[in-house]
């Protein structure tokens, strides 16, 4: 106990001497580093004027297939809620649109944590059972995007390395249901093993919430809607590459580049992840064939196509809920600081 106490005054002590805005300076630095990177070479005299001859009627089918992606995701979360409280679906879309519109303004993914503390101030569940349930929908979408990127390499002629590269994901994968699978039926024992460890005790509260929700049928519900909600996540890049004349890419292409951005894009970095998502999204028009001067482009439109509605839906969420987003989150780091520190946090 006293060496776990050290270790925990230790990595305080550490915290404090980092000065608190190094860590955004590079990030901030990280971005600018990627679109200097992917820009460096772009032929913009002869590359613009393609902007201009973009078919907009692909463009608003993006627009309007991307805000609907996020009332599936709305829709699953409720469904997924269903054992520990009625969310009502518009107050999740509200929850969700707030945390979108963080994570497209501020650094390292910000606007999870500020949802779940909206769902569980409007709901009444505790925060961490609200942070499991985001957790879980991370865990469907893993899965169903380690299968299909596991289908596609069926489909499109990939190289050896990155069927090896699914393939270890799809073991990864495996242990963490096993793991999930664990918490949901063995829920006493889980909670004994983790109380041993004090560092791991905001999983005590998690694991219940996965107890819970895992033990309902609307679990699974919630899971084939995790399918129909990464499934429509392709129609806005087909409509893109549509709308710049790339009419011989499929829907399986469009499935091989939404996941080549999920995955890359899975760590938390800036906002919006700008700067990360025009690399991959380059990488990843240009596994699919696409030439380079063209993926540039495409990249950057789809990259605006895809932030601005959803900047434009959080500023009218986080208008109408009369809160300002600096508010919460401060209250959403208070709730995350009393998680990691054991504490049951309720939604105050």
Known sequence: ??????????????????????????????????????????????????????????????????????????????????????????????????????????????????????????????????????????????????????????????????????????????????????????????QDWLARYRWLSVLRHLVEGLHHMGQSRTFYLSAAVSFLYLAMQMVPIYAMMRGYDLDHLTFAHAGAVLVILRLGTVVPGPPGNIGLFNVFALGAFRVIGVDRQTAKGLSGVMFFVITVPLIIAGIIAVASAGVTLRDLQKKARGHMEKAHSGEASGPV
């Not at 992917?38 to 907009?56: A, G, M, S």
């Not at 501020?106 to 944590?113: V, Y």
């Not at 799809?170 to 793991?179: E, N, R, S």
């Open 1 to 190: 106990m006293m060496v776990v106490r050290m270790g925990e005054q230790n990595a305080t002590s550490l915290r404090n001497r980092i000065p608190s805005w190094l860590g955004p300076a590079l990030i901030y630095a990280l971005s600018v580093g990627c679109l200097i990177w992917v820009y460096r070479d772009f032929d913009w005299k002869n590359e613009l004027p393609r902007v201009k001859q973009i078919h907009w009627a692909w463009v608003v089918l993006a627009v309007a297939s991307d805000i609907l992606v996020y009332v599936l995701q709305s829709w699953r979360w409720r469904i997924l809620l269903t054992p520990v409280c009625d969310a009502p679906l518009l107050r999740t879309m509200q929850a969700v649109y707030i945390g979108l519109f963080a994570n497209e303004v501020l650094p390292l993914r910000s606007g999870e944590a500020i949802r779940c503390y909206l769902q569980a101030k409007w709901t009444g569940i505790s925060f961490p059972v609200a942070v499991s349930s985001a957790l879980i929908e991370r865990f469907f979408d893993g899965v169903w995007l380690i299968l299909g990127f596991l289908v596609t390499t069926f489909f499109l002629p990939v190289q050896g390395r990155m069927k090896y590269g699914a393939g270890v994901l799809a073991v990864l994968v495996a242990m963490l249901a096993l793991l999930l699978l664990y918490a949901v039926h063995r829920r006493d024992a889980a």
